[in-house]
């Protein structure tokens, strides 16, 4: 977990100074209501990465990052880590995804200090930036509350540790690859679904599966072990991306082969 993180100096010292990370306009505008009536809260910056994030941080000196991003997203992620690292003023706020207990690890894995659902209400949000603004650690605490996110972590530390040494032949099927690849590519579980021609629910047992195989908590550690271990080859190459789920067909049978733009390997 970070450390806990002095508020920044702003220059009205009584306002939660916050820069929101949305990629949709029209969410960072659903954000931006959620806080405009709190009297000690100002949405300084809205930017649609956490790369753009970095740019404005030393300049807008925010308290608190919101983040509602693609953390499965190997890139973003990466930047998200970078934004953890060279803001360490700030605190992070991440909005969680499509499976809530695997936002919460990823969020403790890019160094956050507080989580909220996608479900949760305006005032459950503004209760955590609260928090981190007065120095608490809201997601630790939450951590606390939930042994049983506390045992997967476990896990999946030992189990990188156990194999972290051992020469692996790659364990994941041909559709599991399928999977993680778009998955890699930053799509959500019913966008791979139309990708693949399967369901959003074939979809979820696969990520299941192998998980399970792998030994990680979340799709964001079966990204970086295939990866690592060259099942999965990232650079370089633009993956390909569903269109918006507003305009997505319903799945359909099984595609014809197209070109990857995602490198799959079989040990």
Request: proline fraction near 9%; avoid cysteine; hydrophobic fraction near 40%.
């Given at each position: ?49 956490p790369d753009a994030a970095l740019a ?212």
């Amino acid at each position: 977990m970070a450390p806990r993180r002095p508020r920044s100096k702003a220059p009205d010292p009584e306002t939660i100074r916050i820069v929101v990370v949305e990629p949709t306009a029209l969410m960072g505008l659903g954000i931006r209501e959620a806080l405009d009536g709190e009297p000690d809260m100002e949405v300084v910056a809205e930017v649609r990465s956490p790369d753009a994030a970095l740019a404005v941080a030393e300049d807008r000196a925010p308290d608190v990052f919101i983040l509602d991003v693609e953390l499965q997203e190997p890139a973003t992620s990466a930047a998200t880590h970078r934004l953890a690292q060279e803001a360490p003023q700030s605190g992070i706020v991440v909005v969680g995804g499509e499976d809530d207990d695997a936002s919460i690890l990823e969020a403790v894995e890019i160094g956050a200090m507080g989580h909220v659902s996608a479900v949760a209400g305006p005032g459950e949000l503004v209760a955590v930036i609260r928090k981190i603004a007065d120095g608490e650690d809201p997601l630790r605490d939450e951590l606390i509350a939930r042994p049983d996110l506390i045992d997967k972590m476990m896990e999946g530390f030992r189990e990188s540790f156990r194999r972290a040494d051992e020469p692996r032949s790659n364990p994941l099927s041909e559709r599991e690859l399928d999977v993680l690849r778009h998955v890699a590519g930053g799509n959500r579980n019913r966008q791979v679904g139309v990708l693949l021609g399967i369901s959003e629910q074939t979809v979820k047992n696969h990520l299941s599966s192998l998980m399970h195989k792998l030994g990680v908590p979340n799709r964001l550690r079966a990204v970086t072990v295939a990866v690592r271990e060259g099942w999965l080859v990232l650079d370089g190459v633009t993956p390909e991306v569903a269109p918006p789920e507003g305009d997505m067909p319903s799945p359909e049978p099984e595609p014809a082969t197209t070109a990857s733009t995602v490198s799959t390997r079989k040990s």
